[in-house]
């Protein structure tokens, strides 16, 4: 197994600091008791709702649900530790647990569901919208493409591979509209939304900005559909998370162009501004831009990180739909802050240089890593060859900015 020798690898094995008391999101305090939101959202919550505080009740931990030892395990450095005997685990209750509600989630262009579990468990549900072989047309502007169930898998699995597991776990899933869907959701709105197509097969559409019409229904095989399962983080009544524009941030118009575009000493203006004028935040936005670049998504016009920590932690990289849409050609002005700034992480620098090889290659560890989705193969294989192309360009940047 490559991805097995890859995490044995002493460039996988280098020791993240000291996790302290302050560094963890939560504070388990036995006194406290669960209670649900009388508002019948299915959320757990606090009964003193205090942001420090995960309300654990007086039960030993290991009869806890797989995603609140999950939650339990955040801290400062990252959202998952590399060895965590819990993944397999949750991965697998994301694929299999049953689902017992079922409602939109409000906001956003696209269709995506809030899926809870019988142990208030909950997912993000992503329905499949092309087929692993359709790419995005060249026509398209980035603000007007589909969201993809399966680069939400693959990003996953990618950002597991450089080390950075800052992407919540994600796993494919096969869902049936009728039973999991339609006969469950107190979701009236999305209710109303439901038909049997021309074909016989079991559609929905729900309310949005963009996708959501009949022209965009989602239909099942007769009423299987794929889709991609993310575990929800916290409950921000919980744990706020604060939401930071991008410096790079794209123009998400027809004609206009960004800042960034224009100037290219762009960068040193970022240097300047709070909160990259110091600490890592930068080189940590700028391991976020190799993510991008070798998926090919160009939508990164937030990211959120976690209120208790201020300035000093990892940036979670949500909302990978929008990524592994082409694969014959790649997008150099992701890699912009890259290139304007000269600037990256040692050990990311290494890492990359290591998945460059012949026995780490990247495509074959991601290959692997997918295998084990339910719905494999979870990339078509033009995609998984696109990476290995993309990461000899982010190494050649690297090159420019070393030679300068």
Same mark, same amino acid.
């Given at each position: 197994?490559?991805?097995?020798?890859?995490?044995?690898?002493? &460039?996988?094995?280098?020791?993240?600091? #000291?996790?302290?008391?302050?560094?963890?999101?939560? =504070?388990?305090?036995?006194?406290?008791?669960?209670?649900?939101?009388?508002?019948?959202?299915?959320?757990?919550?606090?009964?003193?709702?205090?942001?420090?505080?995960?309300?654990?009740?007086?039960?030993? +931990?290991?009869?806890?649900?797989?995603?609140? %030892?999950?939650?339990?395990?955040?801290?400062?450095?990252?959202?998952?530790? @590399?060895?965590?005997?819990?993944?397999?685990? &949750?991965?697998?209750?994301?694929?299999?647990?049953?689902?017992?509600?079922?409602?939109?989630?409000?906001?956003?262009?696209?269709?995506?569901? =809030?899926?809870?579990?019988?142990?208030?468990?909950?997912?993000?549900?992503?329905?499949? %919208?092309?087929?692993? !072989?359709?790419?995005?047309?060249?026509?398209?502007?980035?603000?007007?493409?589909?969201? @993809?169930?399966?680069?939400?898998?693959?990003?996953?699995?990618?950002?597991?591979?450089?080390?950075?597991?800052? =992407?919540?776990?994600?796993?494919?899933?096969?869902?049936?509209?009728?039973?999991? =869907?339609?006969?469950?959701?107190? !979701?009236?709105?999305?209710?109303?939304?439901?038909?049997?197509?021309?074909?016989?097969?079991?559609?929905?559409?729900?309310?949005?900005?963009? +996708?959501? $019409?009949? #022209?965009?229904?989602?239909?099942?095989?007769?009423?299987?559909?794929?889709?991609?399962?993310?575990?929800?983080?916290? /409950?921000?009544?919980?744990?706020?998370? @604060?939401?930071?524009?991008?410096?790079?941030?794209?123009?998400?118009?027809?004609?206009?162009?960004?800042?960034?575009?224009?100037?290219?000493?762009?960068?040193?203006?970022?240097?300047?501004?709070?909160?990259?004028?110091?600490?890592?935040?930068?080189?940590?936005?700028?391991?976020?831009?190799?993510?991008?670049?070798?998926?090919?998504?160009?939508?990164?016009?937030?990211?959120?990180?976690?209120?208790?920590?201020?300035?000093?932690?990892?940036?979670?990289?949500? !909302?990978?739909?929008?990524?592994?849409?082409?694969? $014959?050609? /790649?997008?150099? $002005?992701?890699?912009?802050? &890259?290139?304007?700034?000269? $600037?990256?992480?040692?050990?990311?620098?290494?890492?990359?240089?290591?998945?460059?090889?012949?026995?780490?290659?990247?495509? /074959?560890?991601?290959?692997?890593?997918?295998?084990? !989705?339910?719905?494999?193969?979870?990339?078509?294989?033009?995609?998984?060859?696109?990476?290995?192309?993309?990461?000899?360009?982010?190494?050649?940047?690297?090159?420019?900015?070393?030679?300068?």
């Amino acid at each position: 197994s490559k991805l097995a020798a890859l995490f044995e690898h002493p &460039l996988y094995n280098i020791p993240v600091p #000291e996790v302290t008391e302050k560094d963890k999101l939560f =504070i388990i305090n036995p006194m406290e008791k669960f209670s649900l939101h009388s508002s019948g959202s299915d959320e757990w919550v606090s009964s003193s709702k205090a942001e420090t505080l995960l309300p654990t009740g007086k039960t030993a +931990y290991d009869t806890y649900p797989t995603w609140l %030892k999950f939650h339990i395990g955040i801290n400062r450095y990252e959202l998952y530790p @590399r060895r965590d005997p819990l993944l397999p685990t &949750l991965l697998r209750d994301l694929a299999t647990q049953r689902i017992v509600s079922s409602v939109q989630k409000s906001g956003g262009t696209q269709l995506k569901l =809030i899926m809870t579990f019988p142990n208030y468990g909950q997912a993000l549900f992503k329905p499949m %919208k092309q087929t692993r !072989d359709q790419e995005t047309p060249i026509d398209f502007f980035y603000f007007s493409d589909f969201e @993809r169930h399966n680069a939400e898998i693959a990003a996953f699995h990618l950002d597991r591979i450089l080390d950075f597991r800052r =992407i919540p776990p994600v796993s494919g899933r096969l869902v049936n509209i009728t039973k999991e =869907i339609r006969d469950i959701t107190t !979701d009236k709105k999305l209710a109303k939304t439901f038909f049997t197509s021309p074909a016989g097969n079991v559609c929905f559409y729900g309310e949005c900005s963009y +996708y959501c $019409s009949t #022209e965009h229904a989602l239909c099942g095989k007769p009423d299987r559909l794929e889709g991609s399962m993310a575990a929800l983080l916290p /409950d921000k009544t919980l744990a706020k998370r @604060r939401s930071w524009r991008s410096p790079w941030r794209r123009s998400y118009h027809k004609s206009k162009k960004a800042e960034w575009e224009l100037n290219p000493n762009y960068c040193a203006q970022v240097r300047e501004t709070p909160p990259y004028d110091r600490g890592h935040r930068l080189l940590e936005l700028i391991d976020m831009t190799i993510l991008d670049f070798l998926m090919g998504n160009m939508d990164r016009h937030h990211y959120e990180t976690f209120e208790k920590f201020g300035n000093d932690t990892f940036l979670l990289h949500l !909302d990978n739909g929008r990524g592994f849409g082409t694969h $014959s050609r /790649d997008e150099p $002005s992701i890699l912009a802050p &890259l290139q304007q700034c000269c $600037s990256i992480k040692k050990s990311t620098y290494l890492r990359l240089q290591l998945l460059a090889t012949q026995p780490y290659r990247l495509s /074959d560890v991601l290959r692997e890593a997918l295998a084990t !989705d339910p719905l494999a193969p979870v990339l078509a294989e033009p995609h998984l060859q696109a990476l290995d192309r993309r990461l000899g360009k982010v190494l050649v940047a690297v090159g420019h900015c070393l030679a300068r």
